[in-house]
């Protein structure tokens, strides 16, 4: 019932079109089933005429009247059936847009938990195939159903009124076996089409993860066992399909058997009651006309029911989709006069736990305080949760405590999300650009898109020189996820794209670890000359090098206690954190040695060559 409500409200929005296109079809089933009965009357009023050639009853005049009231019927059908197609089949397509354009908005407010749990090719699958067989049952099913129920309805009770009511029953006893029998072929398909469109999701899921690793596979020389991976996928998929086509194929040929006995049935009746003078050859010709108009009701049960099961399995996935609420929203404790995260940041006792794993947490009892104008470094082993300090910030995750995240004293979840978001430019790990031009990519997510801003940005991230050079230059398209740029050249331009927004937050999240440490030093002066007096920074890196002159370093590690998470190792400056002589100065002391190695290697290596 709640499948039915939900796709309701988009057949409602257009339930004018169904209209029109419904009273068109009704017009043509009726049209329709008048061309039997005057074609009987031409028969049986030449056959009168030929056995009486001094009747008058039926001339050539009368004929003619009869043949161009038939054309007109031809004429007002092919309207009727343009004028079906156009409403229905239009207001379908429209359902099936607006559908889609709002699962992609819905998909957009999803929290990213919804996303841990679900894979790409298992959401485009939605996009596809389920909308497809969505719009096959709000188009040609409801003209299906509709044309079927009517055209049955008419021609038996032309049947039965105008010829003969015992001639009608032979012909109706095979429906009974048909609509008993597609009752259970309705739900054996309606179980096969949600295997075959699960399936179709992890073949899509695969195929976009496998393309999207390309270079990893062919990096490890993995083609081989890929293919046979695929291979076997597309097996699966196959046999999935082949379980619908089955059962198509199983009972589509029934239903014209039957059909069939039901066409023999009624000649042999029909050819004794003419024999027996009961009915005219005329309505004997008739009779057997619409025998054959019932064939499509008959024939277009099963049809009809294919699509229905097929069409409410897709609904049901669909509906799943939209059924889905974000964990993330904007509450009772929002206050929606607040413009801008200001203040202060402060992280009070901050203690976090991926959901699913709350006995497990990452974070534990993390105090920190930055106040505008001033930097903040976090700094720690591989695993220690520093990139969960920026999904918390952003309440890509929210915390457990609403004061465990304050801007100015004011929670983190008093702030709405827009405007959260909206104040925040971080550069995120993976450096995720779009198939798009140079130019879009730095200027995505900044109102202003000026050619000047967007090369003043990339000069900030010292960029300029290398998209200059490009034979397009900033109107170079980058391939997918930014493959054809290098590793380098994505921060940097993931580090200009943050600063075109201007936020009072920057967060660099290991943002300079591809750079060379002389660009490193550029990039990192020119943050320090552009973010002021009134804007936060935070710095997640792994060399020291990159935040040293930071105003606060936080030095992460694993908890003692064996309880797992990691908690605040060291906090200060980098003199004073020099001066404790602990974890810091520990990496600090590896990281010059093992510069010093690297040097010396090169000099070595160098003279060796020489």
């Known amino acids: 019932m709640q499948t039915l409500k939900f796709v309701s409200r988009y057949v409602l929005r257009h339930w004018w079109q169904y209209a029109l296109g419904i009273l068109a079809l009704y017009v043509v089933d009726q049209v329709n089933v008048y061309v039997p009965e005057y074609t009987g009357r031409v028969i049986d009023g030449l056959t009168e005429a030929l056995a009486n050639p001094e009747s008058t009853s039926f001339t ?10 038939i054309l007109g019927m031809g004429v007002a059908i092919a309207l009727g059936r343009f004028c079906w197609r156009f409403f229905i089949f239009g207001a379908a397509r429209s359902i099936e847009r607006e559908m889609r354009q709002d699962m992609y908005g819905h998909l957009s407010t999803l929290s990213m938990s919804y996303y841990n749990r679900h894979k790409t090719g298992d959401l485009m699958a939605h996009f596809t195939n389920d909308l497809m067989s969505v719009r096959q049952l709000l188009g040609m099913t409801v003209i299906t159903a509709f044309d079927a129920t009517v055209m049955m309805v008419l021609v038996l009770w032309q049947m039965v009124t105008s010829i003969d009511p015992r001639l009608t029953a032979v012909a109706i006893l095979p429906l009974l076996v048909i609509c008993v029998g597609d009752y259970f072929y309705g739900r054996m398909m309606h179980k096969r089409f949600r295997e075959k469109q699960a399936a179709f999701s992890a073949l899509s899921d695969q195929v976009q993860e496998t393309i999207s690793g390309i270079r990893v596979i062919k990096a490890f020389v993995q083609e081989r066992q890929e293919l046979r991976a695929f291979a076997k996928t597309t097996e699966a998929t196959k046999e999935k399909n082949l379980n619908v086509v089955r059962l198509h194929a199983l009972v589509m040929p029934l239903i014209e058997l039957i059909i069939g006995l039901s066409t023999l049935a009624t000649l042999i009746y029909g050819g004794y009651l003419t024999i027996q003078g009961d009915i005219s050859v005329g309505q004997f010709v008739a009779f057997n006309s619409y025998v054959g108009m019932l064939v499509w009701p008959m024939m277009a049960v099963g049809e009809c029911i294919t699509h229905v099961s097929q069409g409410t399995a897709s609904l049901g996935r669909i509906h799943d989709i939209f059924r889905q609420k974000p964990d993330i929203v904007d509450d009772e404790m929002t206050d929606r006069a607040v413009t801008a995260p200001t203040g202060e940041l402060a992280l009070n006792d901050l203690t976090f736990a991926y959901p699913g794993h709350e006995d497990t947490p990452v974070l534990r009892n993390i105090s920190v305080t930055v106040k505008p104008g001033e930097t903040l470094a976090i700094i720690g082993r591989t695993g220690t949760g520093k990139t969960t300090i920026p999904s918390l910030l952003t309440r890509l ?17 008093e702030i709405p999300l827009s405007v959260l978001r909206e104040g925040i430019a971080c550069v995120p790990q993976d450096n995720f650009l779009f198939s798009d031009t140079i130019h879009n990519n730095i200027a995505f997510g900044s109102a202003d898109k000026s050619a000047e801003s967007v090369i003043h940005a990339a000069q900030l991230a010292c960029i300029h020189d290398n998209i200059a050079a490009f034979p397009e230059g900033y109107e170079t398209v980058v391939g997918e996820r930014g493959v054809t740029l290098s590793g380098g050249q994505k921060q940097r331009s993931s580090i200009a794209r943050a600063l075109m927004k201007d936020a009072p937050v920057l967060i660099l999240d290991d943002a300079l670890s591809a750079v060379d440490t002389d660009t490193e030093r550029s990039i990192l002066d020119n943050l320090r000359t552009v973010r002021g007096n009134e804007r936060i920074t ?44 602990s974890l810091y100065r520990s990496i600090f002391d590896k990281q010059q040695l093992e510069k010093q190695l690297r040097d010396n290697g090169g000099t070595e290596g160098g003279e060796a060559h020489v």
């Open 60 to 69: 050539l005049e009368s004929a003619m009247r009869i043949v161009w009231m």
């Open 397 to 413: 995750y929210d915390v457990s405590g609403p004061q465990m995240i304050t801007f100015g004293g004011r929670s983190i979840r």
């Open 538 to 581: 935070i710095i997640i890196a792994h060399r020291i090098s990159t935040i040293q002159d930071a105003d606060h370093i936080l030095v992460l590690d694993d908890a003692p206690d064996g309880q797992g998470g990691s908690i605040m190792a060291e906090y200060g400056t980098h003199e004073e954190l020099m001066q404790m002589r």
